[in-house]
């Protein structure tokens, strides 16, 4: 796997890290949420 | 669920203040508590003692609650997660001795040639861009070494926040008390830029590339809707989205009518038309721009004024959204306790008339301690639950 591949698999597997202890309203939203909570 | 004993006093607190921030007239002048790390150090704690231990939130504001009377509190969050942007490497937030405090020196992170860029792939441009930009961790190559600290960072991130659920219905039961906004950081698109992207570079941008940042806006207004889940969630009483304003206070009337109004009622359409308030915390002195400001749909909206003139506020807007505000902090902190009353007996004789009014504190008890004498507050909040009664 390439790097740029296994990046994406990190963030996604934060992604879903994050929804364990988020609103249950799908990944879609919570990957916007995981971004805006970065953001600040 | 709320206990039998407290659901009453639950179930009145939320229709008091439900009616005023509507505009009506409730049984009394709804009290509201915008509390926040000022509790750690009144109950002994600094925010750092919270950091370490999240289940210290509850006991802090079950104390603050039976101490002091409020209809309402504003919410219930950890401090900034200041060790999980530690353990990224990066971040604007930086412990301070006991504090937190929040360095705007690490806002700028996007350059002025880049809206084009934000505005073809947000997504991409935060994960490729933003992200290697704010936190050393994320511009690292590869390697097995960067995906454990990043997973450890997330599993401080969810030591943190992972109890809040659970503290929020301690809370609840225990205290009988509601809080007030939902959890969804829905902030305007061009505060998203001046906050966290531009910075104040942003004023030069709306001079030198104004359709670039538009269009940055539009983009951004849509991954704020996701990202706050309205679509997903579903209309509570007593509660509202929260918008907290920055950059009006610092753009021309005009500016503000092409920049920043029509995305502000955007997200007051957006969010009235699936049932759900809006609070606007106008933060700063919005006076320029209250005939802007009379033109929001009525009782769409719950403003929170801090350095606005309360009594021109409520002749100038009252007609157009409920109106929370009008102690003054300073007072509180260093008035003698009669004049404390007296303000607040004044505040009440002037505003409550006509209802949607919440008698509030002007700012946010946010800092460490030092911004309100804890006995005059106590004072005030009592005597406005008794005094602010409809007749």
């Known amino acids: 796997m390439e790097d740029k591949q ?11 890290e994050y929804m364990k202890i988020t609103d249950e309203y799908g990944y879609k939203t919570a990957k916007a949420s995981f971004f805006r909570m970065l953001l600040f | 669920m709320i206990d039998t004993i407290n659901d009453k006093t639950y179930e009145e607190k939320v229709e008091r203040f ?19 790390s000022w ?15 999240p289940m210290l939130n509850l006991e802090c504001y079950l104390k603050v609650c039976r101490d002091f009377y ?16 530690n353990l ?37 441009f935060m994960e490729k861009v933003i992200l290697p930009r704010k936190f050393a961790l994320f511009a690292e190559d590869y390697s097995e070494d960067k995906y454990n600290k990043l997973i450890k960072a997330q599993e401080e991130y969810n030591r943190l926040f992972g109890s809040l659920g659970s503290i929020i219905e301690k809370f609840t039961q225990e205290s009988a008390m509601p809080n007030f906004i939902y959890p969804a950081g829905y902030w305007h698109p061009f505060d998203v830029i001046m906050d966290y992207l531009r910075n104040f570079d942003i004023m030069s941008d709306i001079r030198r590339r104004p359709d670039e940042v538009l269009e940055a806006c539009d983009v951004i207004l849509k991954f704020i809707y ?20 920055h950059a009006p206070i610092y753009l021309k009337p ?86 404390c009353l007296d303000m607040a007996k004044a505040l009440i004789d002037d505003l409550a008339p006509g ?37």
């Open chain 2, 18 to 36: 439900d009616t005023a921030m509507r505009g009506g007239i409730p049984d009394r002048v709804p009290v509201f508590g915008t509390i926040m």
């Open chain 2, 70 to 85: 409020f209809d309402m509190i504003f919410t219930i969050t950890p401090p900034p997660v200041v060790t999980y942007k």
């Open chain 2, 355 to 391: 209802g949607g009014w919440i008698f509030c504190q002007d700012k946010m008890l946010s800092c460490c301690g030092e911004e309100v004498n804890a006995d005059n507050f106590k004072a005030v909040t009592e005597f406005v639950h008794e005094y602010g009664v409809y007749k």
């Open chain 2, 226 to 245: 996701e990202a706050a889940g309205i679509e997903k969630r579903k209309p509570m009483k007593a509660k509202a989205f929260q918008i907290p304003m």
């Open chain 2, 39 to 53: 509790i750690y150090y009144y109950c002994g704690y600094t925010e750092n003692d919270i950091i370490r231990d």
């Open chain 2, 254 to 339: 005009k500016d503000f009518e092409r920049f920043y109004f029509p995305y502000l009622l955007n997200m007051i359409d957006f969010a009235s038309q699936k049932g759900f308030m809006v609070e606007c915390f106008f933060e700063g002195d919005y006076s320029h721009l209250y005939d802007y400001l009379q033109e929001i749909p009525k009782y769409k909206v719950v403003g929170m004024f801090e350095k606005d003139d309360i009594r021109l506020v409520k002749k100038k807007l009252g007609n157009t959204m409920g109106i929370i505000g009008g102690m003054n902090t300073y007072t509180l902190k260093h008035g003698k306790k009669q004049e």
């Open chain 1, 6 to 16: 296994k990046n994406d698999v990190i963030l996604d597997r934060l992604i879903k």
């Open chain 2, 88 to 124: 990224l490497g990066g971040g604007a937030f930086q412990s301070a001795g006991d504090t937190v405090q929040f360095d705007t020196t690490k806002i700028q992170c996007m350059e002025a040639d880049e809206y084009k860029l934000l505005s073809k792939d947000f997504n991409g």
